[in-house]
């Protein structure tokens, strides 16, 4: 039975079902820019490996500005070198295509009764997974073949609004090697028993803000508030549960290009706003909080509050290098591994 708010609901331009007054009216770009901002994309796509090699700061700089929606979906399977991945891949495999293989095989059935509880959760307001939408089939598909490719890992309900966004932009078969590179070249360790991976960079980014945000740090700390409270659903989800789109898929433009460090970067800036630098009246009910997920409760909702445009250049405005990401790993790395060890020492 279809409900009233359905009745009056409209569907925006990237497929979400929407209230009449949440239509995005923004105006829309120039159809000559999109077109030549379109060709250039198009371009580089058939010249890949020099623009990789040679040209990077220059697919930085557009990925930065956004990619044409018209292109994102190949861009995003080029950026994360899925194409070339599925290439090697399929070569390799006796029946000439893996993904297909693997549908033919059957994952451990609690994996499979886990898979389907999730089809109709993971973007009931999108057109695609909306109740027996046509993209429930394909999202079944794209995680039962990776719980194949990877038993060990198997399903983790936080990959499902993953694959979902890449199917929104892909065929089933692309978006199963964009959802590989992601699980094993981006963030790798992410879905695996204990969450140990996700655990490292939550205290990687709270090292990085004792330097970059020396007083929302202060507050952390004197809350106790643990890093994993408020990274852990921004970085199992690459913040598909935070932002919608177009904001998400910007979002992803970059971190298909530049990697991890962009959660790091826009993790960073929320919290220095919210605690630090960010308007007065957000700052002050964050230093008022007397209890850590009262705290915690207020980044996230300022990570929605936030201007995008401004989170974007200060991100990009943000003092972290390479290196320094690095250091705070490896030293969350061993800090953890310090801490499991004296754990373990204990129970002796």
């Known amino acids: 039975m279809v409900t009233k708010q359905e009745r009056e609901e409209v569907i925006d331009p990237h497929g979400f ?55 994102r979906g190949q861009a995003w399977y080029h950026l994360s070198a899925a194409k070339y991945r599925q290439e090697n891949e399929d070569r390799n495999c006796r029946t000439g295509n893996l993904f297909n293989s693997y549908l033919k095989q059957t994952p451990d059935l609690r994996v499979i009764d886990d898979i389907n509880k999730d ?11 909306r109740k027996s939408g046509s993209g429930q089939q394909s999202l079944f598909d794209v995680l039962r073949a990776y719980a194949v490719h990877d038993p060990a890992v198997g399903y983790c309900q936080a990959q499902a609004p993953i694959a979902s966004i890449l199917l929104m932009h892909l065929p089933a078969e692309s978006a199963f090697w964009v959802f ?20 490292e960079d ?67 800036v929320i919290v220095r706003e919210a605690l630090e ?14 209890n850590p997920m009262d705290l915690v409760s207020l980044i996230k909702e300022t990570a929605k509050l936030l201007s995008f445009d401004v989170l974007l250049a200060k991100m990009e405005k943000l ?8 250091q705070a790993c490896r030293q969350a790395r061993q800090q953890l591994s310090s801490e499991l060890e004296a754990t373990k020492n204990r129970k002796k």
Request: aromatic share 12%; charged share 30%; proline share 6%.
């Open 17 to 71: 079902f929407v209230s009449p007054d949440e239509l995005n009216t923004e105006d829309a770009a120039d159809a000559a820019v999109i077109r030549r901002r379109e060709q250039k994309w198009l371009d580089m796509f058939s010249q890949w490996p020099s623009f990789i090699q040679s040209r990077f700061d220059k697919l930085k700089e557009r990925c930065r500005k956004g990619i044409p929606a018209s292109v």
């Open 119 to 129: 089809l109709a959760r993971s973007f009931p307001d999108h057109e695609m997974f």
């Open 180 to 199: 590989i590179q992601i699980n094993e070249e981006y963030v790798k360790g992410y879905f695996s028993d204990g969450l140990m991976a996700v655990r």
């Open 202 to 268: 939550a205290l990687a980014t709270e090292l990085l803000l004792q330097r970059i945000s020396p007083k929302g740090y202060r507050l952390l700390r004197k809350l106790d508030v643990d890093p994993i409270l408020y990274t852990v659903e921004w970085y199992m989800t690459l913040f598909s549960r935070t932002y919608r789109a177009p904001k998400l898929y910007r979002i992803w433009d970059m971190f298909f290009c530049e990697g991890v460090k962009v959660l790091f970067r826009l993790a960073l």
């Open 277 to 290: 630098v960010g308007p007065p009246d957000i700052v002050s009910r964050a230093h008022r909080c007397d």
């Open 319 to 326: 003092p972290l290098t390479d290196i320094d990401l690095a």
